[in-house]
């Protein structure tokens, strides 16, 4: 009887702890913090295939502008190879002068069509966006990581208009 009445204490402490703690549940928070998480400014344009083997690969690699003035590389393509990863270089001059590398971005998979490891390349550069309406480029994106065949391509900069911008 005694372990009865204990267990029945207990029972009661317990409860009216549970009783009295104040479980509320909490919304979460949707909103972003003052002058984050949008990107407004970008610049666009057109990869066109170079088409080797008729693998057709095509899209637009776009730039975007952060609110701290980094640039943050976008590419899209269709037609890829599953599998396969290919490098996209950003090259001197126009197409066709395969000159100097100017710069190595990611990846892209063949499996997504985008950059492998994160949806942007960020360049850490704060003048690269804006500079980048004068450069002399052009971006070359190659069959895989161990054949250098360009199978889509596309200027850059001054070599060609943006096929859009804001």
């Avoid at 942007?120 to 550069?125: K, P, S, V």
């Amino acid at each position: 009887m005694r372990n009865n009445i204990k267990n029945i204490i207990v029972a009661i402490i317990v409860t009216a702890s549970l009783i009295s703690c104040e479980q509320e549940r909490l919304d979460p928070v949707l909103t972003t913090a003052e002058g984050g998480g949008t990107l407004t400014e970008y610049i666009a344009y057109t990869i066109a295939s170079t088409d080797p083997g008729g693998s057709n690969v095509n899209g637009r690699i776009v730039f975007w502008k952060d609110n701290l003035d980094r640039t943050l590389v976008q590419i899209s393509l269709y037609n890829t190879i599953p599998g396969i990863k290919h490098p996209a270089l950003m090259m001197d001059g126009p197409v066709g002068d395969d000159t100097a590398t100017t710069l190595e971005l990611d990846v892209v998979s063949g499996d997504s069509g985008e950059l492998d490891a994160n949806k942007f390349h960020i360049i850490a550069d704060t003048e690269f966006y804006t500079s980048l309406p004068t450069m002399d480029v052009h971006l070359n994106i190659l069959m895989s990581e161990s054949d250098n065949t360009i199978i889509a391509t596309g200027n850059l900069g001054i070599n060609t208009e943006p096929v859009e911008t804001n």
